[in-house]
């Protein structure tokens, strides 16, 4: 079975700090991971991926295998930061549609 | 252009009775999914379309939930006999031929049973 454990329901930092959201999965095979994030009043949408490698908004995120996590961090937290994220992972090839979500972070950047 | 929209946004009714939810997909998306969220909880998936039709029900979670896409583009989450337990966002999203890991989300339905 997958599963995505998100273990901090809160995460409240100061603007300019450094953030690290964390997330652990459990995948029997080679999972793809994402973050997915949603601000106050708008729609869920795809923050990364971890086979982009890219960097956006600041934030990255590393795949480690070895301790099947894919923790989220930014360097310098912005107050547009705040929102609702969620780490998701995918199996690979013919079942990589079924997204299975971790509970969430509430993110919250104080001025 | 325009996003996966869903309607109604809100939806309020009593317990026992029939609910209809409709998804409406970006054009040209051929994969078309259901999530349901709990309040606390990250989307659950429920349903998989590819087409016309449906390619993976493993999430639907009784016989009271069942869910059509006729023409391969809108589709329809039907709940009968609702349950209190069956308050939750319902989330819908599409995604491009080959492109399934990255699905567009619409702003989801919320449906609240009496």
């Known amino acids: 079975a997958q599963r995505v454990t998100q273990p901090e329901k809160l995460l409240s930092v100061f603007k300019g700090a450094p953030v690290e959201l964390k997330c652990n999965y459990s995948?029997?095979?080679?999972?793809?991971l994402f973050w997915y994030v949603q601000y106050s009043r708008q729609r869920l949408q795809l923050l990364l991926r971890?086979?982009s490698r890219e960097s956006i908004k600041g934030f990255t995120a590393d795949l480690n295998k070895g301790e099947t996590s894919f923790h989220l961090k930014k360097p310098f937290a912005q107050e547009e930061d705040s929102a609702m994220y969620y780490c998701?992972?995918?199996?690979?090839?013919?079942?990589?549609?079924?997204?299975?979500f971790g509970k969430g972070t509430l993110l919250t950047v104080n001025p | 252009g325009a996003g996966v929209s869903q309607t109604p946004s809100n939806k309020v009714t009593e317990k026992g009775k029939y609910v209809e939810l409709r998804c409406d997909p970006i054009?040209?998306?051929?994969?078309l999914y259901w999530y349901r969220q709990s309040l606390g909880q990250g989307p659950e998936f429920l349903i998989y379309?590819?087409?016309?039709?449906?390619?993976?029900d493993s999430g639907l979670p009784n016989d009271r939930f069942f869910a059509v896409r006729p023409e391969g583009s809108v589709s329809t989450l039907k709940i009968q006999r609702t349950e209190r337990g069956d308050s939750a966002v319902y989330l819908c999203?599409?995604?491009?031929?080959?492109?399934?890991?990255?699905?567009?989300f619409g702003p989801g339905t919320r449906l609240l049973v009496l």
């Open positions: 999203a599409s995604s491009l031929p080959g492109a399934q890991e990255t699905q567009y």
């Open positions: 995948y029997s095979g080679s999972p793809e």
């Open positions: 971890h086979i």
């Open positions: 998701a992972l995918s199996g690979s090839g013919g079942s990589n549609y079924k997204l299975t």
């Open positions: 054009s040209g998306h051929t994969a």
């Open positions: 379309f590819q087409g016309t039709g449906a390619a993976d």
